[in-house]
């Protein structure tokens, strides 16, 4: 029972930065029609930001605010910077090929990737770098937390959820709530439609790319706070938010929560309880079955081609 | 009143435009013949050499690099251009006449060098003879191709890449655990598999290397299977799959409208595809006399698509002008004496060809040469250590003294200048006249500066930072490559 | 239009391979004899980029500073041309790296491959060519031993091989830590792999109970891995070479609350990252700040390479230099100045006896295997300030 419990709690953790990055890509592909690539090396660009700022801050060993100050900050500031840098990506490498044939932006995609992994390494080395957040809290964040049963969830974890939660809270809030919001949604129906109603498609675009980069940012802060991170963790990390976005159906933003949390647990209880060394392979058939039985996934719409 | 259906395209009827007609198409002949008095004929000449006698001059050209250079290192790379002029040639046929973005291809490489490893080394005890080896991995990579494609039939594009990632991830992960795979060891795992055969026939055996320096006989072994390939291929082109294949690429409705088979189509080209990179597989491990699964990943992917669109996706000739090009230059970059040599040519052929030969072109070279000789001056001026480093891989003369290569470059320099330079030039993309001219000179001597600082340094991630950058700006400025075909998607 | 740019293209392109072919062609033409008084070039195959780049990039560091201080004593005149050979990209680079140096004459020797992959693949071409490759840290037991060597006999290495340090670290568990428990870690990729069987074994003679867990190369979380660890096992054995992860997965054995404690291997020996009290850690060679002889070397190390610590890689790579610095110059005096071939290098390699050896102690290979004599592996317990302290 206390493994089950130490799982579920880890399931939940993985699955929240998922379904963090898995939202960026719905809330792109619902726009624009297009899977970018680079969204996996954006989290991974957010998390050294973040470690960037944390340093300019005194470092884990010596810092200048309070640790919950410390990683507001540095959650905004990687936040932000993804976010900017979401802007100049679209701006440069996508918008240029917006009318081009649907391959085009997507092997402009994987340029962009695989140019910031490599940029990324010039800039940085292939070092792992760690946050190093147990100096930070002199282990507070690791050893405090809530008792269920037998197991301890420390603070660190339940941090990682509840910001998680709060962010896609408030981008549900945007998306419905706002007309911003009824803007993307009138897009990702219909494009043209929108442009004739009245819509500023650059805007909202940007604006999509504004959201979703800033999540990948969040994201990879909450990643990095528990685990060094590297300049080869956008790869995988892309490849697992594809997963959980397709799974919860692409372009549908509950259904990215949905499967991200779905592919942290699968992933969880697959270590767990079946094989540490196949999880993955178990991870990928359910995406293939997915795509073959199911490919508007959980919760999206089956899509219908207009001739 | 005459005929106004013209009796050949040469024809141009005394009234004007005729229906049914494109006129512009019509005197496209005309046009050629009219561009210069040297140049029209030339290619007219050219244009009716047959396309095997091109592939003739190219094959005696490649063959006679041994005998340019004794260096087993040459060779080797010679090789390696090779083997990758076989892989683009494959994924020429799936995304390129097909039209499917497969991002698994190099999947099947891998899955042709480990089976021809499987099947020719110590590993299991059996040794085929190459003869049989070779043909049974091809069709088993044919047929491993056609089980890819079958969930791929009712996927489109975005949906086909990512599974077809997926499968590559799943290749790379079963190779990598492959060696506790229920209790036996199938791929060797992480280690891979060594001490693979090479090429044997009729009792002789190709052997790899005289005295550590790498045999040429492998070369052409290499040669005459890209050969038999590219012959093949060209052939299949020309019949209906070929055509098909091209009706499928521009519009896969229509096709299907028109009641082509599109899945088999599909399954073809992904068959195809396969069975070409299986056989390059088998050359590849034959030669290495072993495999390991981290080769076959995401790196090598991203190389031999870059290979595919700088060349020309749907054009033969292009993508293996693209793998000429590319693979070599790779290589280069890895020494930073050659490297430099590289950029500068890069620089200034990149100059010329977006100015042409003008008077612009002469203002901005002055300038910036200017600007560097000075630039580096000023810092001598103010702190001699700011000049005093040693360029990687040495330099001397006037590039001494134009560059500035500081001693000790501090650390914050590396990434402010790097994402400096990648900043001016997108703003040089939104900026138009004077001011880009004006600012086109700062940021080449920065470019120079970081190339010098950064780059060299680090061979290894500049080299695919470029072929990354080659990526996003061939499909923003010339998506068809350099010898593809314009393509016109109706809406 | 099109023919003609092709034409064009397919020109440049060829005059770009001549080009290089150059370099090959020039320094092919200067066959024959080595005249030990010019400047004579070490090959250096390492990753220096990549995953394990902070492994050949601080070898590069040492490999440098013992050249510069080294040669001018033994007077030679010696440059270190290095060679990239990531882990990502496999066995391919350390092929075409071997068929580089074997095309320059000047090359006499080879410093590496440092990882046991590029050593596999690369060996055959070495051994044919005369080259000697001293290893500092290519540590897979296959390379030298069993019954299908995986490198040949040009091939040395400094430092033992992981068929020491694997029953070491056990032995070690089993007679003072008296481990009833114990779960062991592999990353699939040979070096943890290689460790942790070794490890496996002699642990499952010894009569303890043993868990083995296998994790992807991409792991980053370990959380899962933290969750199977039984509550009452006493070590996890963890053979990583990215130390900060050992340090993460300690930190998680805290948070879960089990008792057990990291025990890594010499890849994550680095005191910076990997510093959970309570953890063990074994090395090829004891701290070397601890050793007198050494201080002078650490000195004149440090003011090449301000702000850089000492790690474990790079003093190795110190004394592979110095080995074949003195191999180099056994065969120039054996020869009268003038080399006749490499191969002299690599027949002399093996009587190289080197005093105050920087890793302590005397140098000498074993005549049986081409590994050091009377190597061992030294166990550390890290303490709750951080420091290393030797136990084993």
């Known amino acids: ?307 | 009143m005459t005929d106004p259906t013209p009796h050949s395209p040469d024809d141009v009827p005394a009234d004007g435009p005729a229906v049914g007609r494109d006129e512009w198409v019509a005197r496209h002949d005309e046009r050629r013949l009219a561009r210069g008095r040297l140049l029209g004929p030339l290619e007219e000449r050219l244009r009716r050499v047959p396309w095997w006698a091109w592939l003739v001059l190219f094959i005696a050209l490649l063959a006679l690099v041994p005998a340019v250079s004794g260096s087993g290192y040459v060779r080797r790379v010679a090789f390696d251009t090779v083997l990758y002029m076989l892989l683009a040639l494959g994924l020429n046929v799936v995304v390129g006449w097909g039209g499917l973005l497969d991002l698994g291809y190099v999947a099947f490489y891998g899955f042709g060098a480990y089976a021809y490893a499987v099947l020719d080394s110590d590993k299991f005890g059996v040794h085929l003879p190459t003869l049989v080896a070779i043909p049974v991995v091809v069709a088993l990579g044919a047929i491993l191709g056609l089980l890819l494609g079958l969930p791929s039939r009712r996927l489109t594009g975005d949906y086909l890449a990512i599974v077809t990632l997926f499968f590559l991830q799943l290749f790379q992960t079963v190779m990598t655990n492959g060696d506790k795979a229920f209790g036996h060891n199938l791929t060797g795992g992480p280690n891979g598999i060594l001490r693979v055969d090479p090429f044997h026939a009729f009792g002789h055996s190709l052997v790899v290397q005289h005295q550590g320096v790498f045999a040429v006989s492998y070369y052409y072994v290499a040669i005459a299977i890209f050969a038999v390939v590219f012959v093949a291929l060209w052939l299949v082109n020309r019949s209906r799959t070929g055509r098909a294949w091209r009706s499928l690429r521009e519009d896969p409705l229509a096709a299907e409208a028109m009641g082509m088979p599109v899945s088999w189509l599909k399954l073809m080209s992904f068959s195809f595809g396969a069975a070409v990179a299986a056989l390059t597989g088998t050359a590849f491990a034959a030669l290495n006399a072993s495999v390991f699964p981290l080769t076959f990943y995401f790196t090598l992917l991203i190389i031999v698509y870059t290979m595919v669109i700088l060349g020309g996706s749907g054009s033969q000739p292009g993508v293996v002008l693209g793998a000429l090009i590319v693979s070599p230059v790779l290589e280069m970059l890895r020494e930073p004496a050659k490297g430099r040599i590289l950029f500068y040519v890069v620089l200034v052929g990149g100059a010329l060809v977006a100015f042409r030969v003008s008077r612009r072109l002469g203002v901005i070279v002055a300038a910036t040469v200017a600007f560097g000789f000075a630039a580096h001056a000023i810092a001598n001026a103010v702190d001699h250590s700011w000049v005093a480093g040693e360029h990687a891989g040495g330099v001397s003369g006037a590039l001494a003294h134009w560059v500035v290569v500081p001693a000790q470059l501090a650390r914050w320099l590396t990434p402010v200048s790097y994402v400096g330079l990648i900043g001016m030039a997108l703003v040089l993309t939104l900026v138009y006249g004077r001011l880009r001219v004006a600012l086109l000179v700062p940021t080449l001597y920065l470019a120079a500066f970081v190339w010098e600082n950064v780059m060299l340094t680090n061979p290894e991630p500049a080299r695919y930072i470029i072929l990354g950058l080659l990526l996003i700006v061939l499909m923003i400025l010339r998506p068809n490559g350099l010898l593809g075909e314009r393509r016109v998607e109706i809406i | 239009m099109k023919k003609g740019v092709a034409l064009l293209l397919t020109l440049l392109a060829t005059a770009l391979v001549a080009a290089s072919a150059q370099g090959g062609r020039q320094t092919a033409a200067a066959a024959g004899s080595i005249n030990c008084s010019s400047t004579l070039k070490i090959g250096f195959v390492t990753p220096l980029t990549g995953g394990a780049g902070f492994l050949g990039t601080e070898q590069m560091t040492w490999a440098q500073y013992a050249v510069k201080t080294l040669a001018p004593a033994l007077g030679l005149k010696v440059v270190i041309v290095p060679g990239d050979t990531p882990v990502e990209q496999g066995p391919a680079p350390a092929q075409a790296l071997a068929q580089k140096f074997v095309a320059d004459k000047s090359v006499v020797a080879i410093l590496g491959p440092s990882t046991s992959g590029a050593v596999a693949a690369s060996s055959q071409t070495y051994l044919q060519a005369g080259l000697v490759h001293v290893s500092p840290s290519a540590t897979r037991t296959s390379l030298t031993q069993g019954q299908t060597k995986e490198a040949t006999a040009a091939f040395l290495r400094v430092v033992p091989g992981d068929y020491i340090q694997g029953p070491t670290d056990a032995k070690y568990m089993i007679n003072t830590l008296h481990v009833k428990k114990v779960v062991i870690l592999d990353f699939q990729e040979p070096y943890s792999v290689g460790l942790a069987d070794a490890v496996e074994a002699t642990l499952k003679a010894g009569g303890v109970a043993t868990t083995r867990l296998s994790a992807p190369n991409t792991t980053t979380d370990y959380s899962a891995y933290v969750t199977k660890v039984p509550s009452d096992a006493d070590i996890v054995f963890f053979p990583t070479q990215k130390p900060p992860d050992a340090q993460t997965f300690a930190q998680q054995l805290l948070e879960q609350g089990k008792k057990a404690k990291v025990f890594g291997g010499d890849g994550s020996n680095d005191a910076s990252t990997f510093k959970a009290a309570g953890s063990y850690v074994s090395n090829f060679a004891p701290d070397i700040t601890g050793i007198a002889a050494d201080k002078a070397i650490i000195a004149g190390w440090k003011k090449d390479n301000p702000g850089k610590s000492v790690g474990s890689f790079g003093p190795p790579s110190y004394g592979a230099v110095q080995v074949l610095l003195n191999a180099i110059k056994l065969a120039c005096v054996a020869d009268h100045g003038v080399l006749k071939d490499r191969h002299d290098v690599l027949r002399k390699v093996k009587q190289v006896v080197i005093k105050n050896w920087i890793l302590g102690g005397t140098f000498k290979f074993s005549t049986k295997t081409n590994d050091p004599l009377n190597a061992k592996f030294y166990i550390f317990q890290i303490q709750s300030n951080g420091t290393y302290k030797l136990v084993g």
């Not at chain 1, 990687?78 to 932006?105: Q, S």
Request: some cysteine; proline content about 3%.
């Open chain 1, 1 to 307: 029972m206390d493994t089950f419990i130490q799982l579920t709690v880890d399931a939940l953790t993985l699955g929240s930065v998922y379904a963090l990055i898995a939202l960026g890509y719905t809330l792109v592909y619902g726009v624009l029609k297009l899977l970018n690539f680079a969204h996996g090396d954006v989290f991974m660009v957010g998390s050294f930001i973040g470690f960037g700022v944390l340093q300019l801050l005194g470092g884990s060993a010596h810092p200048v605010v309070p640790v919950w100050a410390l990683i507001v900050l540095v959650t905004l500031a990687a936040m932000a910077g993804c976010a900017a840098l979401g802007v100049v990506i679209e701006r440069f490498a996508y918008r240029p090929l917006r009318n081009a044939p649907r391959i085009a932006p997507l092997i402009s995609a994987l340029g962009v990737s695989f140019f910031l992994a490599n940029s990324m390494q010039l800039l940085f080395g292939a070092t792992p770098r760690s946050y190093d957040t147990f100096t930070l809290s002199n282990g507070a964040l690791y050893l405090t937390g809530i008792d269920i049963g037998n197991v301890r969830v420390p603070l660190l974890r339940i941090i990682t959820v509840c910001v998680a939660f709060v962010l896609m809270v408030f981008l549900w809030f945007l998306v419905n709530k706002t007309r911003m919001g009824k803007a993307m949604r009138a897009t990702s129906f219909d494009q043209e439609a929108a442009t004739m109603m009245g819509v500023d498609i650059d805007r909202v675009i940007v604006f999509t790319f504004v959201l979703g980069s800033a999540l990948a940012g969040a994201a990879g802060v909450m990643f990095a706070l528990r685990v060094p991170t590297q300049v080869s963790i956008g790869f995988v990390a892309g490849l697992k938010g594809f997963t959980a976005a397709v799974i919860g159906g692409i372009g549908s933003i509950p259904g990215a929560m949905a499967g991200g949390l779905l592919l942290g647990f699968a992933e969880s209880y697959a270590q767990g309880y079946i094989s540490t060394k196949w999880s993955d392979l178990i991870v990928f058939s359910i995406l293939i079955a997915f795509m073959i039985f199911r490919p508007q996934g959980l919760l999206g719409r089956a899509d219908i081609r207009k001739v």
